[in-house]
């Protein structure tokens, strides 16, 4: 089956993942999920991720979801904002910050994927991803 939405997919196998409290999730590999699972690991929203590629194209990527002591989900939500039907581009001064610095912003930029807070100090702006509390 077609995603017409590869980020929203994979932040909507992460969320049902962590309602099930599973382990891990696995999706297909691409470059930016993978980016994606470096922010979120870097972060601390997620373990680890591994990736197995078959070729240069092809492969999947294994998230491993991080849980608190009580087995409470580390991600309490995500949220896609920029989508194919409706892009988000912001400047480096309005990028979000919510709960008190405690959420996360992704940001695509000229200079690649990164977090909200990193392009707000290089003073860089771009597409809004999404958000992670």
Known sequence: ???N??????????RNAQK??????????SVMRQH?????????YVETYLVKQENKQRGTLRVFLKYTEQRRPVIQ???RVSRPGLRKY???QDIPQFYG??????VSTSQGV?????ARKRKIGGELLCLVW
């Not at 939405?5 to 992460?14: E, N, S, V, Y």
């Not at 610095?101 to 992704?106: R, V």
């Open 1 to 3: 089956m077609a995603v």
């Open 5 to 14: 939405d590869p980020i929203a997919d994979f932040l909507t196998r992460i």
């Open 20 to 29: 099930a409290q599973h382990r891990y999730v696995d999706c297909s590999w």
């Open 36 to 44: 994606l699972a470096d922010i979120l690991k870097n972060q601390g």
């Open 77 to 79: 939500g995500l949220k």
């Open 90 to 92: 912001i400047g480096h």
């Open 101 to 106: 610095g405690m959420g996360l912003s992704i």
């Open 114 to 118: 990164m977090a909200g807070n990193e």
